[in-house]
């Protein structure tokens, strides 16, 4: 696939770094041309100076050809208008925007355009190491509503199967981690000691949740 990157600060080299060793194409735009200094001696791909959301410098960087376009410049206006103009007028469907401001942000996803918010994605990250498991989630929706989560649960539940686990707690899990690998819960799945299990739900449902699977299942059914 051909990638076209907006932004060759830290976030942007080290994608286009990743990119390349994963065996992509990629092209790289930035206003400055000091900027490509980042970018390893042995970087094959393209580097364009220019501002990333002129048509003459997008197709320079090969925006026709692009399967994805990614916009992680320093600014949340020049991304996100950089990101329509990759959609709506070269019709590449997988674009994502980095955007400072989480309000913003949520406007934009409603709209269609993937963003990730910075400063909220930091928040949520550190947030994570910080309290006990499951205060924070790893993902919520544009909404809010729907979240994916980790969840503590108590030992007595280890060798119970899944699909009762569910039933008890009243949600689905998402996947499970076990020993490196992340497994799709199938019927005869069992819990198992040290698993870290994940589920999607209702936001405003993980504190029963989080409360069923925190005592012994003999304690709750």
């Known amino acids: 696939m051909h990638i076209v990157i907006m932004g ?3 976030v942007g080299s080290t994608l286009a770094h990743i990119l390349e060793d994963s065996g992509h194409s990629v092209a790289i735009i930035d206003r400055d041309p000091q900027a490509f200094r980042r970018l390893r001696a042995g970087f094959r791909g393209r580097r364009v100076t220019g501002i990333g959301f002129d048509r003459d410098v997008l197709e320079e960087a090969g925006i026709e050809a692009a399967g994805a376009y990614v916009a992680v410049s320093s600014g949340d206006n020049s991304n996100i208008i950089s990101a ?8 590449v469907d997988n674009v994502v925007a980095r955007i400072y401001d989480s309000r913003r942000a949520e406007v934009y996803q409603r709209l269609g355009i993937p963003t990730v918010a910075t400063v909220r994605w930091t928040a949520d990250q550190i947030l994570r190491r910080v309290l006990p498991e499951g205060a924070e989630p790893l993902w919520r929706d544009p909404s809010g509503c729907v979240v994916l989560a980790e969840v503590a649960y108590h030992p007595g539940w280890i060798g119970t199967p899944t699909r009762d686990l569910e039933a008890a707690a009243g949600t689905r899990l998402a996947f499970i981690n076990r020993i490196g690998d992340t497994l799709l819960p199938r019927n005869d799945s069992v819990v198992q000691e040290g698993d870290v299990l994940h589920v999607m739900a209702v936001e405003a449902d ?3 949740i989080n409360k069923v699977l925190s005592g012994a299942p003999e304690e709750e059914h």
């Open 84 to 91: 329509r103009v990759a959609r709506e007028t070269f019709g």
């Open 8 to 10: 060759c600060g830290r």
């Open 206 to 208: 993980m504190d029963r």
